[in-house]
Protein backbone atom coordinates (compact mmCIF):
# COMPACT_ATOMS: atom_id res chain seq x y z
CA UNK A 1 0.00 0.00 0.00
CA UNK A 2 1.62 3.49 -0.98
CA UNK A 3 1.85 6.54 1.76
CA UNK A 4 0.42 8.70 -0.79
CA UNK A 5 -2.99 10.06 0.04
CA UNK A 6 -3.64 10.37 -3.88
CA UNK A 7 -4.32 6.21 -3.84
CA UNK A 8 -6.08 5.71 -0.72
CA UNK A 9 -8.73 3.84 -2.10
CA UNK A 10 -12.11 5.87 -1.47
CA UNK A 11 -14.92 3.22 -3.29
CA UNK A 12 -14.62 0.41 -5.42
CA UNK A 13 -12.74 -3.13 -5.39
CA UNK A 14 -9.64 -1.76 -3.50
CA UNK A 15 -11.82 -0.11 -1.01
CA UNK A 16 -13.22 -3.56 0.07
CA UNK A 17 -9.79 -5.34 0.34
CA UNK A 18 -8.60 -2.34 2.37
CA UNK A 19 -11.91 -3.09 4.71
CA UNK A 20 -11.19 -6.57 4.62
CA UNK A 21 -7.83 -6.09 5.52
CA UNK A 22 -8.33 -4.14 8.66
CA UNK A 23 -11.36 -6.48 9.61
CA UNK A 24 -8.80 -9.13 10.35
CA UNK A 25 -8.25 -6.97 13.39
CA UNK A 26 -11.64 -7.06 15.00
CA UNK A 27 -11.80 -9.63 17.82
CA UNK A 28 -7.99 -9.32 18.59
CA UNK A 29 -6.79 -8.04 22.01
CA UNK A 30 -6.11 -4.29 21.03
CA UNK A 31 -3.09 -3.97 23.76
CA UNK A 32 -1.45 -6.08 26.16
CA UNK A 33 -3.38 -6.25 29.62
CA UNK A 34 -2.31 -2.56 31.24
CA UNK A 35 -2.07 -1.85 34.93
CA UNK A 36 -2.13 1.11 36.18
CA UNK A 37 0.87 3.02 37.50
CA UNK A 38 -0.17 3.57 40.64
CA UNK A 39 -3.62 3.18 42.97
CA UNK A 40 -6.31 5.15 43.21
CA UNK A 41 -5.02 8.53 45.05
CA UNK A 42 -6.59 11.93 46.30
CA UNK A 43 -3.78 13.83 44.61
CA UNK A 44 -4.59 12.66 41.19
CA UNK A 45 -8.32 13.06 41.96
CA UNK A 46 -7.37 16.53 43.05
CA UNK A 47 -5.78 17.61 39.76
CA UNK A 48 -8.73 16.12 37.77
CA UNK A 49 -11.78 18.06 40.02
CA UNK A 50 -9.88 21.40 39.81
CA UNK A 51 -9.45 21.01 36.21
CA UNK A 52 -13.25 20.01 35.84
CA UNK A 53 -14.15 22.86 38.30
CA UNK A 54 -16.43 20.12 39.92
CA UNK A 55 -16.89 20.90 43.50
CA UNK A 56 -18.87 17.79 44.62
CA UNK A 57 -17.17 17.04 47.78
CA UNK A 58 -17.38 13.00 47.78
CA UNK A 59 -14.36 13.16 45.55
CA UNK A 60 -12.44 15.72 48.50
CA UNK A 61 -13.59 15.59 51.60
CA UNK A 62 -13.67 12.67 53.69
CA UNK A 63 -16.53 13.58 55.65
CA UNK A 64 -19.08 14.62 53.06
CA UNK A 65 -18.22 11.38 51.28
CA UNK A 66 -19.34 9.52 54.44
CA UNK A 67 -22.51 11.55 54.85
CA UNK A 68 -23.74 10.33 52.22
CA UNK A 69 -23.31 6.99 52.86
CA UNK A 70 -19.88 6.24 51.28
CA UNK A 71 -17.22 4.49 52.99
CA UNK A 72 -14.53 7.63 52.31
CA UNK A 73 -14.02 9.57 49.12
CA UNK A 74 -14.41 7.97 45.61
CA UNK A 75 -12.75 9.23 42.44
CA UNK A 76 -15.09 10.71 39.75
CA UNK A 77 -16.64 7.92 37.74
CA UNK A 78 -15.32 9.73 34.64
CA UNK A 79 -12.01 9.63 35.44
CA UNK A 80 -11.73 6.03 34.87
CA UNK A 81 -9.48 5.59 31.79
CA UNK A 82 -7.13 8.22 33.71
CA UNK A 83 -5.74 5.63 36.08
CA UNK A 84 -5.12 3.87 32.92
CA UNK A 85 -2.87 6.15 30.94
CA UNK A 86 0.39 5.57 29.97
CA UNK A 87 1.81 8.29 31.29
CA UNK A 88 4.50 10.68 29.62
CA UNK A 89 7.40 8.79 30.19
CA UNK A 90 5.79 6.22 27.40
CA UNK A 91 3.60 8.48 25.35
CA UNK A 92 6.84 10.57 24.10
CA UNK A 93 8.21 7.45 23.78
CA UNK A 94 5.79 6.15 21.81
CA UNK A 95 5.51 9.32 19.47
CA UNK A 96 9.96 9.46 18.91
CA UNK A 97 9.79 5.57 18.35
CA UNK A 98 7.09 4.21 17.50
CA UNK A 99 4.60 2.65 19.76
CA UNK A 100 4.82 -0.65 21.04
CA UNK A 101 3.78 -3.40 18.58
CA UNK A 102 0.34 -4.24 19.17
CA UNK A 103 -2.86 -5.45 17.13
CA UNK A 104 -4.00 -1.83 17.87
CA UNK A 105 -0.43 -0.09 16.72
CA UNK A 106 -0.24 -2.14 13.75
CA UNK A 107 -3.94 -1.25 12.62
CA UNK A 108 -3.29 2.46 13.46
CA UNK A 109 -0.43 2.11 11.47
CA UNK A 110 -2.21 0.55 8.48
CA UNK A 111 -4.36 3.21 8.54
CA UNK A 112 -1.57 6.08 8.78
CA UNK A 113 0.26 4.44 5.81
CA UNK A 114 -2.95 4.64 3.69
CA UNK A 115 -3.54 8.71 4.31
CA UNK A 116 -5.31 8.56 7.38
CA UNK A 117 -2.98 10.17 10.10
CA UNK A 118 -5.62 12.86 11.86
CA UNK A 119 -7.21 10.73 15.47
CA UNK A 120 -10.15 12.19 17.16
CA UNK A 121 -12.33 10.22 19.80
CA UNK A 122 -15.96 10.07 19.15
CA UNK A 123 -17.89 7.82 21.05
CA UNK A 124 -17.04 6.97 24.54
CA UNK A 125 -19.73 4.68 26.36
CA UNK A 126 -18.84 3.99 29.95
CA UNK A 127 -21.05 1.34 32.91
CA UNK A 128 -19.47 1.89 35.84
CA UNK A 129 -20.20 -0.89 37.98
CA UNK A 130 -19.25 0.12 41.36
CA UNK A 131 -17.40 3.92 42.32
CA UNK A 132 -13.60 3.40 42.99
CA UNK A 133 -12.04 4.28 45.96
CA UNK A 134 -8.84 5.47 46.95
CA UNK A 135 -6.40 2.42 47.26
CA UNK A 136 -7.92 0.45 44.05
CA UNK A 137 -5.35 -0.70 41.88
CA UNK A 138 -6.76 -1.54 38.61
CA UNK A 139 -5.90 -3.33 35.01
CA UNK A 140 -7.42 -3.14 31.84
CA UNK A 141 -8.23 -5.02 28.65
CA UNK A 142 -8.97 -3.96 25.21
CA UNK A 143 -10.29 -5.94 22.53
CA UNK A 144 -11.17 -4.13 18.95
CA UNK A 145 -14.95 -4.36 18.95
CA UNK A 146 -14.97 -2.96 15.10
CA UNK A 147 -13.82 -0.87 12.47
CA UNK A 148 -16.00 0.66 9.85
CA UNK A 149 -16.25 1.02 6.09
CA UNK A 150 -15.45 4.17 5.17
CA UNK A 151 -16.99 7.07 6.54
CA UNK A 152 -16.95 11.06 5.02
CA UNK A 153 -17.28 13.23 8.60
CA UNK A 154 -16.90 17.29 8.61
CA UNK A 155 -12.78 16.43 9.93
CA UNK A 156 -12.15 14.31 6.58
CA UNK A 157 -12.74 10.71 5.22
CA UNK A 158 -11.85 8.03 7.73
CA UNK A 159 -12.55 5.08 9.56
CA UNK A 160 -13.86 4.59 12.86
CA UNK A 161 -12.38 1.70 15.54
CA UNK A 162 -14.31 1.00 18.46
CA UNK A 163 -12.38 -1.31 21.58
CA UNK A 164 -14.20 -2.44 24.74
CA UNK A 165 -12.01 -1.95 27.81
CA UNK A 166 -13.05 -3.52 30.93
CA UNK A 167 -11.72 -2.97 33.67
CA UNK A 168 -10.73 -4.86 36.63
CA UNK A 169 -9.84 -4.57 41.10
CA UNK A 170 -7.50 -6.33 42.40
CA UNK A 171 -9.88 -8.97 42.99
CA UNK A 172 -10.72 -9.54 39.37
CA UNK A 173 -13.93 -7.85 40.02
CA UNK A 174 -15.18 -5.68 37.20
CA UNK A 175 -15.70 -2.32 38.13
CA UNK A 176 -16.43 -0.88 34.76
CA UNK A 177 -16.82 -1.16 31.16
CA UNK A 178 -16.31 1.59 28.12
CA UNK A 179 -16.74 1.36 24.61
CA UNK A 180 -14.52 4.02 23.09
CA UNK A 181 -14.43 4.79 19.46
CA UNK A 182 -12.14 6.82 17.56
CA UNK A 183 -12.13 7.80 13.83
CA UNK A 184 -8.65 7.88 12.24
CA UNK A 185 -9.16 10.23 9.49
CA UNK A 186 -7.72 11.74 6.56
CA UNK A 187 -7.54 15.72 7.00
CA UNK A 188 -6.25 16.05 3.53
CA UNK A 189 -9.88 15.48 1.71
CA UNK A 190 -10.89 18.64 3.27
CA UNK A 191 -7.96 21.15 3.21
CA UNK A 192 -7.92 21.01 -0.41
CA UNK A 193 -11.45 23.53 -0.30
CA UNK A 194 -10.32 25.02 2.71
CA UNK A 195 -13.92 24.25 3.84
CA UNK A 196 -14.37 21.68 6.91
CA UNK A 197 -17.71 20.70 5.51
CA UNK A 198 -16.38 20.46 1.41
CA UNK A 199 -18.41 17.18 0.07
CA UNK A 200 -15.50 14.21 -0.53
CA UNK A 201 -15.38 13.17 -4.46
CA UNK A 202 -14.89 9.53 -3.45
CA UNK A 203 -18.73 9.86 -2.51
CA UNK A 204 -19.30 10.03 -6.34
CA UNK A 205 -20.78 8.14 -9.17
CA UNK A 206 -18.34 6.66 -10.61
CA UNK A 207 -18.84 6.40 -14.44
CA UNK A 208 -19.37 3.90 -16.49
CA UNK A 209 -16.72 2.31 -18.14
CA UNK A 210 -16.46 0.35 -20.53
CA UNK A 211 -14.47 -1.26 -24.03
CA UNK A 212 -15.02 1.62 -25.73
CA UNK A 213 -14.53 4.25 -23.49
CA UNK A 214 -11.63 2.90 -21.36
CA UNK A 215 -8.78 4.69 -22.97
CA UNK A 216 -10.15 7.94 -22.12
CA UNK A 217 -10.57 7.42 -18.43
CA UNK A 218 -7.26 5.68 -18.48
CA UNK A 219 -5.88 8.59 -19.62
CA UNK A 220 -8.04 11.02 -17.22
CA UNK A 221 -5.99 8.59 -14.51
CA UNK A 222 -2.91 10.49 -15.87
CA UNK A 223 -4.50 13.53 -16.05
CA UNK A 224 -4.20 13.59 -20.01
CA UNK A 225 -6.81 14.69 -21.86
CA UNK A 226 -6.97 13.24 -25.09
CA UNK A 227 -9.87 13.22 -27.84
CA UNK A 228 -10.78 9.80 -30.06
CA UNK A 229 -9.52 10.34 -33.85
CA UNK A 230 -10.46 8.59 -36.77
CA UNK A 231 -7.15 7.01 -38.32
CA UNK A 232 -8.83 6.89 -41.91
CA UNK A 233 -10.46 10.55 -42.13
CA UNK A 234 -9.12 12.54 -39.18
CA UNK A 235 -12.70 13.02 -37.45
CA UNK A 236 -12.25 13.92 -34.03
CA UNK A 237 -15.07 12.86 -31.99
CA UNK A 238 -16.38 12.83 -28.24
CA UNK A 239 -18.04 10.80 -26.52
CA UNK A 240 -16.17 8.36 -27.62
CA UNK A 241 -17.55 5.23 -30.01
CA UNK A 242 -16.60 2.06 -32.26
CA UNK A 243 -16.65 3.74 -35.24
CA UNK A 244 -15.89 7.10 -36.69
CA UNK A 245 -19.66 8.62 -37.22
CA UNK A 246 -18.23 10.16 -40.27
CA UNK A 247 -16.80 7.61 -42.43
CA UNK A 248 -17.59 4.82 -40.57
CA UNK A 249 -14.01 3.40 -39.78
CA UNK A 250 -13.25 1.14 -36.87
CA UNK A 251 -9.53 2.22 -36.94
CA UNK A 252 -9.06 5.37 -34.61
CA UNK A 253 -6.08 6.38 -32.42
CA UNK A 254 -5.70 9.37 -29.65
CA UNK A 255 -5.50 12.50 -30.06
CA UNK A 256 -3.81 15.31 -27.17
CA UNK A 257 -5.49 18.05 -26.44
CA UNK A 258 -4.25 21.20 -24.96
CA UNK A 259 -7.14 21.45 -22.60
CA UNK A 260 -8.44 24.63 -23.21
CA UNK A 261 -11.75 25.96 -24.33
CA UNK A 262 -14.81 28.21 -23.92
CA UNK A 263 -18.24 27.93 -22.21
CA UNK A 264 -20.61 26.88 -24.72
CA UNK A 265 -23.50 26.23 -22.00
CA UNK A 266 -23.93 25.91 -18.34
CA UNK A 267 -26.03 24.91 -15.63
CA UNK A 268 -26.22 25.89 -11.82
CA UNK A 269 -27.18 23.10 -10.02
CA UNK A 270 -28.95 23.79 -6.03
CA UNK A 271 -31.03 20.92 -5.53
CA UNK A 272 -31.52 17.57 -5.48
CA UNK A 273 -27.77 17.29 -3.77
CA UNK A 274 -26.19 14.44 -4.52
CA UNK A 275 -23.29 12.88 -2.24
CA UNK A 276 -19.96 13.97 -3.08
CA UNK A 277 -20.67 17.58 -4.45
CA UNK A 278 -20.11 20.88 -3.48
CA UNK A 279 -23.33 22.78 -3.96
CA UNK A 280 -24.43 25.30 -5.49
CA UNK A 281 -22.50 23.00 -8.33
CA UNK A 282 -22.09 24.20 -12.01
CA UNK A 283 -21.74 22.10 -14.86
CA UNK A 284 -20.58 23.49 -18.08
CA UNK A 285 -20.52 22.01 -21.71
CA UNK A 286 -17.09 23.35 -22.97
CA UNK A 287 -16.12 23.93 -26.79
CA UNK A 288 -12.83 22.83 -26.46
CA UNK A 289 -9.83 24.25 -29.15
CA UNK A 290 -9.72 20.82 -31.18
CA UNK A 291 -13.60 21.30 -31.93
CA UNK A 292 -14.99 18.63 -29.23
CA UNK A 293 -17.26 19.00 -26.70
CA UNK A 294 -17.20 17.92 -23.35
CA UNK A 295 -19.34 18.14 -20.31
CA UNK A 296 -17.73 18.93 -16.79
CA UNK A 297 -17.63 20.65 -13.33
CA UNK A 298 -16.79 24.37 -13.29
CA UNK A 299 -14.11 24.63 -10.23
CA UNK A 300 -14.89 28.13 -9.87
CA UNK A 301 -16.97 30.30 -7.94
CA UNK A 302 -20.43 29.83 -10.01
CA UNK A 303 -21.50 33.28 -10.03
CA UNK A 304 -18.56 33.80 -12.22
CA UNK A 305 -19.45 31.81 -15.35
CA UNK A 306 -20.97 33.23 -18.71
CA UNK A 307 -21.70 31.39 -22.19
CA UNK A 308 -18.15 32.35 -23.95
CA UNK A 309 -15.91 32.18 -20.84
CA UNK A 310 -12.46 31.07 -21.43
CA UNK A 311 -11.50 27.88 -19.16
CA UNK A 312 -9.01 25.56 -18.68
CA UNK A 313 -8.63 21.81 -17.87
CA UNK A 314 -7.84 21.04 -13.94
CA UNK A 315 -8.67 17.79 -12.77
CA UNK A 316 -10.14 16.28 -9.50
CA UNK A 317 -9.24 13.03 -7.65
CA UNK A 318 -12.49 11.19 -7.10
CA UNK A 319 -9.83 8.92 -4.82
CA UNK A 320 -9.52 5.13 -5.69
CA UNK A 321 -8.27 4.86 -9.31
CA UNK A 322 -10.65 7.74 -10.65
CA UNK A 323 -9.67 11.23 -11.97
CA UNK A 324 -11.83 13.28 -14.46
CA UNK A 325 -11.45 16.86 -15.93
CA UNK A 326 -12.87 19.48 -14.72
CA UNK A 327 -12.76 23.34 -16.33
CA UNK A 328 -11.71 26.73 -14.04
CA UNK A 329 -11.97 30.01 -15.32
CA UNK A 330 -8.77 30.89 -17.77
CA UNK A 331 -9.70 35.22 -17.15
CA UNK A 332 -8.65 34.63 -13.35
CA UNK A 333 -5.40 33.15 -13.96
CA UNK A 334 -2.50 35.39 -12.96
CA UNK B 1 -34.58 21.79 50.85
CA UNK B 2 -32.55 19.13 49.56
CA UNK B 3 -30.08 18.38 52.42
CA UNK B 4 -26.48 17.60 53.01
CA UNK B 5 -27.05 14.79 50.15
CA UNK B 6 -28.92 16.60 47.53
CA UNK B 7 -32.14 15.70 45.52
CA UNK B 8 -33.86 12.91 46.21
CA UNK B 9 -35.31 10.57 43.63
CA UNK B 10 -39.00 11.58 44.71
CA UNK B 11 -38.08 15.29 43.91
CA UNK B 12 -36.95 14.87 40.31
CA UNK B 13 -39.41 14.74 37.56
CA UNK B 14 -39.16 13.61 33.29
CA UNK B 15 -39.00 16.88 31.98
CA UNK B 16 -37.26 18.27 34.91
CA UNK B 17 -34.23 20.58 33.10
CA UNK B 18 -31.32 21.31 34.63
CA UNK B 19 -29.95 25.19 35.00
CA UNK B 20 -27.54 25.92 32.10
CA UNK B 21 -23.89 25.97 32.46
CA UNK B 22 -21.62 28.12 30.52
CA UNK B 23 -18.22 27.46 30.36
CA UNK B 24 -15.74 29.59 28.61
CA UNK B 25 -13.37 27.20 26.50
CA UNK B 26 -10.14 28.57 27.60
CA UNK B 27 -6.88 27.04 26.26
CA UNK B 28 -5.83 26.92 30.14
CA UNK B 29 -8.85 24.63 30.46
CA UNK B 30 -7.85 22.58 27.91
CA UNK B 31 -4.48 22.01 28.86
CA UNK B 32 -5.41 21.51 32.36
CA UNK B 33 -8.07 19.31 31.54
CA UNK B 34 -5.87 16.87 29.03
CA UNK B 35 -2.89 16.90 31.55
CA UNK B 36 -5.61 16.29 34.80
CA UNK B 37 -6.43 13.33 32.91
CA UNK B 38 -2.91 12.28 31.50
CA UNK B 39 -3.36 12.73 27.86
CA UNK B 40 -0.22 14.13 26.43
CA UNK B 41 -1.68 13.92 22.61
CA UNK B 42 -0.07 16.77 21.31
CA UNK B 43 -3.45 17.95 19.60
CA UNK B 44 -4.51 18.74 23.38
CA UNK B 45 -1.63 21.50 24.39
CA UNK B 46 0.47 21.67 21.06
CA UNK B 47 -1.06 23.87 18.27
CA UNK B 48 1.40 23.01 15.60
CA UNK B 49 1.17 19.62 16.59
CA UNK B 50 -2.50 20.05 16.28
CA UNK B 51 -2.54 21.96 12.61
CA UNK B 52 0.06 19.28 11.36
CA UNK B 53 -2.59 16.75 12.39
CA UNK B 54 -5.21 18.40 10.41
CA UNK B 55 -7.31 20.59 13.00
CA UNK B 56 -7.02 24.22 12.94
CA UNK B 57 -5.77 24.27 16.62
CA UNK B 58 -5.51 22.30 20.22
CA UNK B 59 -9.05 21.18 21.47
CA UNK B 60 -10.77 19.57 24.23
CA UNK B 61 -9.93 15.91 24.71
CA UNK B 62 -13.03 13.87 25.17
CA UNK B 63 -11.90 12.39 28.95
CA UNK B 64 -12.18 16.47 29.75
CA UNK B 65 -15.68 16.91 28.02
CA UNK B 66 -16.80 13.33 30.16
CA UNK B 67 -15.21 15.19 33.43
CA UNK B 68 -17.41 18.88 32.68
CA UNK B 69 -20.56 16.62 31.63
CA UNK B 70 -19.99 14.70 34.84
CA UNK B 71 -19.89 18.03 36.82
CA UNK B 72 -22.67 19.19 35.21
CA UNK B 73 -24.95 16.41 36.69
CA UNK B 74 -23.98 16.40 40.00
CA UNK B 75 -23.79 20.12 40.47
CA UNK B 76 -27.44 19.48 40.10
CA UNK B 77 -28.49 16.44 42.22
CA UNK B 78 -25.79 16.93 44.92
CA UNK B 79 -23.21 14.81 46.17
CA UNK B 80 -25.70 11.99 47.04
CA UNK B 81 -26.17 10.98 43.65
CA UNK B 82 -23.91 8.01 42.08
CA UNK B 83 -23.51 8.37 38.10
CA UNK B 84 -23.90 4.32 37.03
CA UNK B 85 -23.37 5.36 32.98
CA UNK B 86 -22.30 8.23 31.36
CA UNK B 87 -22.33 7.84 27.17
CA UNK B 88 -20.91 10.31 25.18
CA UNK B 89 -21.49 11.40 21.65
CA UNK B 90 -18.87 14.30 20.25
CA UNK B 91 -19.60 16.79 17.77
CA UNK B 92 -17.76 19.74 16.76
CA UNK B 93 -14.77 19.80 18.76
CA UNK B 94 -14.53 22.36 21.95
CA UNK B 95 -11.67 25.12 20.30
CA UNK B 96 -10.09 27.84 22.68
CA UNK B 97 -11.71 31.49 22.39
CA UNK B 98 -15.08 29.84 22.24
CA UNK B 99 -17.60 28.91 24.97
CA UNK B 100 -19.49 25.34 25.80
CA UNK B 101 -22.85 26.13 27.03
CA UNK B 102 -24.34 22.95 29.12
CA UNK B 103 -27.88 22.00 29.13
CA UNK B 104 -29.78 18.98 30.59
CA UNK B 105 -32.97 17.12 31.10
CA UNK B 106 -34.38 14.19 32.57
CA UNK B 107 -35.61 12.14 30.44
CA UNK B 108 -36.48 8.81 32.20
CA UNK B 109 -36.89 7.74 35.60
CA UNK B 110 -37.65 4.41 37.27
CA UNK B 111 -37.73 4.11 41.16
CA UNK B 112 -34.20 5.87 42.17
CA UNK B 113 -32.35 5.09 38.97
CA UNK B 114 -32.78 8.63 36.36
CA UNK B 115 -31.69 9.31 33.18
CA UNK B 116 -30.62 13.04 32.11
CA UNK B 117 -29.86 13.88 28.49
CA UNK B 118 -26.51 16.56 28.38
CA UNK B 119 -26.01 18.82 25.34
CA UNK B 120 -23.11 21.06 24.79
CA UNK B 121 -22.65 23.24 22.67
CA UNK B 122 -20.31 26.05 21.52
CA UNK B 123 -20.12 28.65 18.72
CA UNK B 124 -19.39 26.18 15.98
CA UNK B 125 -22.54 23.75 16.65
CA UNK B 126 -23.47 20.59 18.87
CA UNK B 127 -20.18 19.36 20.71
CA UNK B 128 -21.51 17.25 23.18
CA UNK B 129 -24.84 14.97 23.69
CA UNK B 130 -24.70 12.68 26.46
CA UNK B 131 -26.72 10.62 28.54
CA UNK B 132 -25.72 10.02 31.95
CA UNK B 133 -27.72 7.99 34.48
CA UNK B 134 -27.78 8.64 38.49
CA UNK B 135 -28.79 6.87 41.15
CA UNK B 136 -30.58 8.91 43.38
CA UNK B 137 -30.89 8.68 47.25
CA UNK B 138 -34.24 7.77 48.61
CA UNK B 139 -34.18 9.87 51.66
CA UNK B 140 -32.50 13.37 52.20
CA UNK B 141 -29.96 12.09 54.78
CA UNK B 142 -29.22 8.30 55.29
CA UNK B 143 -28.57 6.67 58.57
CA UNK B 144 -24.56 7.09 58.83
CA UNK B 145 -24.85 10.96 57.89
CA UNK B 146 -21.80 12.31 59.94
CA UNK B 147 -22.84 14.42 63.19
CA UNK B 148 -24.16 17.88 62.24
CA UNK B 149 -21.38 19.70 64.31
CA UNK B 150 -18.81 18.88 61.70
CA UNK B 151 -20.84 19.48 58.50
CA UNK B 152 -20.59 23.44 58.33
CA UNK B 153 -17.04 23.73 59.00
CA UNK B 154 -16.21 21.63 55.87
CA UNK B 155 -19.01 22.75 53.94
CA UNK B 156 -18.57 26.21 54.12
CA UNK B 157 -15.90 26.90 51.54
CA UNK B 158 -17.97 24.54 49.06
CA UNK B 159 -21.14 26.41 50.00
CA UNK B 160 -19.30 29.63 49.37
CA UNK B 161 -17.93 28.55 45.74
CA UNK B 162 -21.52 27.47 45.10
CA UNK B 163 -23.03 31.05 45.21
CA UNK B 164 -20.30 32.04 42.72
CA UNK B 165 -20.82 30.27 39.78
Known amino acids: MSATTQQRPAAGPDAEEFLTQLRTFVGQQATPVRYAQDAVNPAMIRHFVEAMGDENPVYTDETAARSTGRSGIVAPPPMLSSWLMVGYKAHTAAAEHGAPDSPMTRLLNLLGDAGYVGVVATNDEQEYVRELRIGDRLKMTAVIEDVSPRKVTGLGAGHFITTLRTYTDADDQVVARQRFRILRFDPTVTKSSGQPAAADPGLRHRPFVMRDNQFWFDAARERRLVIQTCSDCGQLRHPPGPSCPQCGSFAWHETAAAGRGTVHSYVTSHHPKAPGYDYPLTVLLVDLEEGTRLVADYSGDPETVRVGLPVEVDWLDYGGDVTLPRFRNREEQS | MTGTTGRTAAAVSVGDALPELAIPLTRSLIVAGALATRDYENVHHDPQGAIDRGTPDVYMSINNTNG ?53 TNGAGSHVVSQVSVRLPDTAAPDTAAPDTTAPDSAAPDNAAEATR
Open chain 2, 68 to 120: LVGRFVTDWTGPGAFITKLSTRLGVPNFPGDTMTLAGEVVGKQDNLIEISVRG
